[in-house]
Structures are given as structure tokens and as C-alpha cells.
């Protein structure tokens, strides 16, 4: 018998079909009576349904017949399956052998998590993608210990600021009371954001090291990134965090706003950063109606929130922030005084 409930993994493609081969063959010899497998093809230009519906144990394939984004795949996906645990998996992350159980093993190892990742690797193997991500209390969120060699890493589980989106495990009683993905992101951050609701509603998240998960990651850069990036995390700084919170970090978002127009002058994304302003004062009605209906689930107090909020600048999101003179220093003590303040 498996060591804990059954999975439901969903996958969801766009232009997959050279990815899936590898992923869904690793998943096959994994899967325990009662786990479910749903490929979700958002209207791929290169045959992705039908390759996957030519492999092994052929998979139930889910054609949406547009590009719904990784939140709204991920919807598809949830709505056709009934397993306890809903595994999100990226089409270019093959499980390592014994993945499967070491994630369900976990479910019943750590009953107060809602929501907890595999430890992602490096296509070899032997170099972290991601131990746990980290969230700034800018609502920055990136790779946790991206390079570092994968046996250093601690192999108990443990609670990290928020999941990746590349091999999560959500219970499904805490995606349906979240709400899941808010499909409004379309992608990037959406996995921040449900982690940081979920956390706000009094459930804990993790990484359970023994399931481990090969991804083909390279940190791409774009128009297109930084807009979602930007605009996304707006959304979640304005849903999850509670007002407390926001008050006391109010004087630090503006100043850093003005810090990142500068910072994509000089990148080259100043575009995609003024459209991510403007796509946010234009949806702030909405914002903060989802903001109502969000914190109205929440059970912590603001000082318990804040705790897994980090003060480091070691992202590759931030540009070389870390190496602006007293800025560490200044954002650090910033911090600590916010902490102060919130008891």
C-alpha cells in the first residue's frame, strides 16, 4: 500500500510534446491504485494531446482550445479529478523514483500543511533549482538556493515561504476552500500567492526533500515576464497581506517603486513595467474586492504572516539590489522594525 493518499498530478501544456515523453514515463511506474493523471493542452501548435495520448497508461488528455495559462490548466485539471491531493507538475519536471510516495508519505507526516513542493533540481541532478522559495516583504518571490549543490541541502522536511509551482502538492480540501489559482494571473506568482492564502488561513507550507523532481529550468527574461511578474505581485501585496502589514511596509513600497521605474530604464523593461502599473490602477476596484474576500479567511494574526516574509535580496528578480551600497543593511533594519512593530 502507498504511504498516504491518493495523487491526482495534473500537467499543464502548451507546446509540450518533446517535454512529456520523459515526465509522464518516470510518472507511470510511480502510480498506486486510486491516483489519476490529467494532461491539460492549452491549445498547442505541436501535437502535445496526441503525444500524450500515444504514451504509456495513456493519461486523460484535457484540450481547453485556448491558452488558458498555467492557473487556468491547472483548474481544468483539478475539476476532472477526485484524489485527495492534487500534484501540479510541470511537463519538463520528471520525477525522480519514489517521488510520489515520499509527497504523499508527507501529507500525513505534516497534517497541518496545505500545500507542499518537491525538491527541484537542475536537469543533472546534482544542483538546486529549488529547496523552498523565498518571499521578500516586497512580495518579490524566487528559487530558494538556486545552484546549490544538492547535498547540502537538508533532507528533513520543513516549511518554506512558499511552494514552487513545478512540483506542488495542494490538499484538495485547502484548494477548494482558497479558491485555487486565481486564474486572473495567467502565470508567474500564482504559486506565491495561493501559499500565502493558504498560510493566511492557518495552514503551513513545506518541502518534503526525499521526493525529488529533475526540472529543465533556465530564469528567462522578457517584456512579457516583467509584466506579469510586476502586475501579479500587486495583486497578491494587496490580497493576502493584512492591513497592519501594509501600513507598516507602505513607506518601503513606494520608495522601492520608485527604485524599480530606474531599475527598468536601465534594463530595458521600463515598458513592461508601466503597463504593469497601469493594468494595476486599472483593476484596483477589483483588487480590492478579492482583497475583502480574502482576508476574510484569515485565522493568523499579522506577526505569524510575517514571520515566513524574508529580508534577503539574493534574487535574480531584484537585478543586483544587493549590491547598492547600504541597501542590505537599511532594508534589513527596516524590517526588524517592522517586526518590532507587529509584536
Not at 144 to 155: K, L
Not at 272 to 282: E, I, M
Amino acid at each position: 500500500m502507498p504511504p498516504g493518499p491518493a495523487v491526482a498530478v495534473v500537467v499543464v501544456c502548451h507546446d509540450s510534446a518533446a517535454d512529456l515523453p520523459a515526465t509522464l514515463g518516470a510518472l507511470h511506474g510511480q502510480l498506486a491504485p486510486g491516483d489519476e493523471v490529467v494532461v491539460v493542452d492549452n491549445a498547442s501548435s505541436d501535437g502535445t494531446a496526441d503525444v500524450a495520448r500515444g504514451l504509456v497508461g495513456t493519461p486523460a488528455v484535457i484540450e481547453t482550445g485556448a491558452n488558458l495559462g498555467f492557473a487556468g490548466g491547472c483548474h481544468a485539471g483539478a475539476r476532472a479529478t477526485s484524489a485527495p491531493l492534487l500534484l501540479l507538475l510541470n511537463p519538463d519536471a520528471v520525477p525522480a523514483p519514489g517521488c510520489l510516495d515520499a509527497l504523499r508519505a508527507c501529507a500525513v507526516q505534516e497534517p497541518g500543511w496545505g500545500a507542499w513542493q518537491a525538491l527541484v533540481t537542475m536537469a543533472g541532478g546534482t544542483q538546486v533549482n529549488t529547496a523552498g522559495n523565498v518571499v521578500h516583504f516586497l512580495g518579490f518571490g524566487w528559487a530558494g538556493d538556486c545552484g546549490r549543490p544538492v547535498a547540502a541541502v537538508d533532507g528533513r522536511p520543513r516549511e518554506v515561504g512558499f511552494g514552487s509551482g513545478a512540483a506542488l502538492v495542494v490538499r484538495r480540501a485547502a484548494w477548494d476552500a482558497a479558491g485555487g489559482f486565481d486564474e486572473r494571473y495567467f502565470m508567474y506568482g500564482e504559486d506565491l500567492d495561493l501559499c500565502l492564502r493558504l498560510r493566511l488561513a492557518g495552514w503551513g507550507i513545506g518541502i518534503a526533500p526525499a521526493a525529488r523532481v529533475a526540472h529543465d529550468y533556465e530564469f528567462t527574461k522578457g517584456d512579457y515576464k516583467w509584466f506579469y511578474l510586476e502586475r501579479n505581485r500587486w495583486w497578491t501585496l494587496l490580497g493576502a497581506y493584512p492591513a497592519r502589514l501594509l501600513a507598516l511596509l507602505a513607506p518601503a513600497l513606494v520608495a522601492f517603486e520608485l527604485a524599480l521605474l530606474l531599475a527598468a530604464w536601465r534594463g530595458g523593461w521600463l515598458r513592461a513595467k508601466l503597463r504593469a502599473q497601469g493594468a494595476v490602477l486599472r483593476a484596483l476596484p477589483a483588487m480590492l474586492r478579492r482583497r475583502g474576500e480574502v482576508q476574510a479567511t484569515r485565522t493568523i494574526a499579522p506577526r505569524v504572516f510575517a514571520e515566513h516574509l524574508a529580508a534577503s535580496l539574493d534574487s535574480p528578480y531584484l537585478q543586483g539590489a544587493a549590491a547598492v551600497p547600504g541597501l542590505e543593511a537599511a532594508q534589513r533594519l527596516y524590517w526588524r522594525a517592522v517586526r518590532a512593530a507587529l509584536g
